[in-house]
C-alpha cells in the first residue's frame, strides 16, 4: 500500500458523520416536522391512502414529506417496551413522591432506579429509570401527567433506549 492511499482511507473513515438524537418537545418542532408525522399516522390507519393525498390534505409538499419521513416519530412509537430515565425538579412537599410513583405504577412500569438529592431551599432532585412493558399506550402522557403536579416545577426526558 503507498502512502497516498493510507491517507484516502483514513480521510473516507473521519468522514462519517454521526447521528445525534434528540428529544424535543412538540411546541418546539417546525410545523413541517409536525405535518409529515400527522402524514404517516394517516397512512398507517389507512393503507388504501396514497401519499400523494396524504401530503395535499395535510398541505406539505412530497419531497418534504420523502425528506422528513425517516427521521420524525412520535415518542411513544419507540418508547413501548424500552427504559426510560428522566430528571425532575420538584418541591420538598410530602407525599409528592408518593404521587409520582403512583402515576409511574398506573402505566405498568416498573420503577428501576431511583435517586432523590437532599433537597437545597425546598427543592430536590429526582432521576429515576423506568422500564415501559410493550403494552403500555403513550407514554408521553406519562411524563406530562408527572409534569402538571402541582409542585413538580419540571421533567425532562433524558434517555430512552
Do not use: C, W
Not at 405535518?35 to 419531497?63: F, N, Q
Amino acid at each position: 500500500m503507498q502512502t497516498g492511499e493510507i491517507a484516502m482511507k483514513e480521510n473516507n473513515t473521519s468522514s462519517k458523520k454521526k447521528t445525534n438524537y434528540y428529544i424535543v418537545k412538540e411546541k418546539a418542532l417546525p410545523e413541517v416536522l409536525l405535518k409529515v408525522a400527522k402524514v404517516k399516522k394517516m397512512l398507517e390507519r389507512d393503507p388504501k391512502l396514497s401519499i400523494i393525498a396524504a401530503v395535499e390534505m395535510e398541505g406539505i409538499s412530497r419531497s418534504s414529506f420523502y425528506k422528513y419521513k425517516d427521521d420524525i416519530m412520535e415518542f411513544n412509537d419507540t418508547a413501548k417496551g424500552r427504559t426510560i430515565t428522566f430528571v425532575m425538579q420538584m418541591a420538598d412537599s410530602p407525599g409528592l413522591l408518593s404521587e409520582v410513583l403512583k402515576l409511574i405504577a398506573g402505566y405498568g412500569a416498573n420503577v428501576l432506579t431511583i435517586h432523590q438529592s437532599v433537597p437545597v431551599n425546598g427543592v430536590a432532585t429526582l432521576t429515576i429509570s423506568i422500564e415501559v412493558p410493550a403494552d403500555t399506550g403513550d407514554v408521553s402522557t406519562l411524563i406530562v401527567e408527572i409534569e402538571h403536579l402541582e409542585s413538580v416545577h419540571y421533567v425532562k426526558v433524558v434517555s430512552r433506549e
